[in-house]
């Protein structure tokens, strides 16, 4: 079936055949290199920048909100410290000689600073949450919105490439989530940091032995921290393609276009098979590394009891030794313990922050690899028309492949002309259609407008001036007018006028709501249209667009023969000194075309008009004896 829109690169061997055939690694189990080599430390280094980068984001998404979950964070950490320190002045009234009403008394004053900086850094945490909390939806759209920019920017062939198509679904599953959790977590990290300080800062005034102490505990925590975020990242990398193929069998399982085909054909069996064997597969992964992650977690939780136990002996020696008071040994067990549960908040978020950093790391990098697949900007604008398009030795090979689809096709389509590009399956018609189309550069020749080479010319401002009707084209689930007017102006005069032009008039008057009917099933009050219904749609949407040339590719293979006819005499009458290239394999229809240009094998074989070509007694002559004695019942001549 022709497709001029991007295919999903085939997998010539299905995973069911290679898995009958014993073959060692199925195509979406095999493993990255990078995946492998992926180190601890070299992916911790990448962190800072990826750090970086999400607070740009965060930065740009919202001012306000990144300087107050930064800044309230600060200043809550600051009454952290002060509120400790404010302990030691309760702690000595409390140990000091005297009559207990007294002590209490005298402790009275440290207590209400303790109060009033405990009450401020409640405050002032609840603010910055709130403003985290604010920021989170704001970046998470902001980076969506940034990988559909490049996404709908990327050329055409980004799309047949599988790496590609991988680096797009790990950015767009994790990497686009987790570009809010990277802000978040920077902010966590801060938050626990700066707890982590107010410990320090108040055990190093405490006095200075203490202050190791408190990095002690740290180490364990944070070594299985990230040890298991690295698993989990690497066992996600592990199972990314594996898991596109399973999102595609659940589509094809649970979507409504593949359902009727899925009984006519009792493909359940067969599918549900397809889908255990993959969704095995990540299953097998993900088991492992819960196996792995649980014994690195007891190992860490084992080390950081024993740092903790060593702590607490270690104060007790210094107690008994007289080297500290014990106000000051309280205030030390308090101040432990806050910068215990801030380191707790710290390795957490440093964990979380580690492994959203990685998937971020991923959407960072797609982005990376999208602008480098945009075609650079070209200065020149696009000619406002043309007398002669001519494409002149055109060769293209689609990435990956081989062979070139065309080989050295040059064509000339002059202003005003009906254009007819045939030929069989596979000789290259929608491939240069869609290099007319200015959708694929040639890898060799050029495609000149009068003069000017279209390579040079941006390609949507190209675009603008030429209107495409693929054979598998988009049924947009938008309202009838929408999928009429798509991205141009509503003008009601010319939409009736083309709507009347593609037949698809009488289309739009059987539905419910006419024109504001959803051409959608899915949706309530959505209705559906038969698939030449949906030709005739696809058609008023190419003469609505109004543009200097019009490629036709395959118009009328689902229209009746009435409306068949009337298009082509349609396309003849609203052409109107419009340029029409039209890709069709019902020569009949090619008749009154002013040039026809034959495609063998990527290369042009024969070309001229009909009668021309009839006289040549060529491929053309012969394909059309054929059509043509199939409708009369006699054999071809
Ligand atoms: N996206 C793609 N990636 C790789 N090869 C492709 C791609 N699209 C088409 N091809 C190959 O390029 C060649 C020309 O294909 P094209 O679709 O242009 O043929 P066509 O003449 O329009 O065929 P049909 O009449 O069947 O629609 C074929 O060999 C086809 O397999």
Redesign the pocket.
Known sequence: ???FW??R?RHTDSAGATAQSGLATRYWETHDEEVQSARLGAMARRLPAFTGAALKIAWQASRRDTAAALGLNLAAGFFTAFGLLATTGVLESLFAAGPTAQRVLAALPALAMVAGATALRAGLLAGASWAQERLKPQVERLAEKRLFHLTTEVELTAF?DEEFHNAMQRARDNGVPDSATVVEMTVNVLTGAIGVAAAAVTLGLLHPVLLPLLLVTAVPDGWAALRTAQMRYLAFRRVSTARRRKYLLSDLMAERLPAAEVRAFTLREFLLGEYDRVAETEQRVELDVARQRTGTRVAGNVLSGLALAAVYVALGALLSFGVIALAVAGTAVLAIRAGQSSLANLVQSVNRLYEAGLYFGDYLAFCELARSRIAPASGSAAPSGFAEIVADRVTFR????D?P?LHEVSVTIRRGEVVALV??????????A?LLAGLYTPDSGVIRWDGTDLAGIAGDALREKISVIA?DHTRWPLTARQNVTLGRPVDPGRLAEATAAAGADEVVRKLAHGYDTLLDRRFHHGQDLSGGQWQRIAIARAFYRDAELMIF??PSSALDARAEHALFERIRQHADGRTVVL?T?RLSSVRHADRVYV?ES?RVAEEGTHTELMLADGQYAQLYRLQANAYLDRSPA
């Open positions: 079936m022709k497709r991007p295919r690169r047949d689609y990435p990956g492949s062979t689809a030929g069989e399956n596979g000789s290259g018609k929608t491939t240069l869609k054979q590719d395959e890709i394999h495609l990527g």
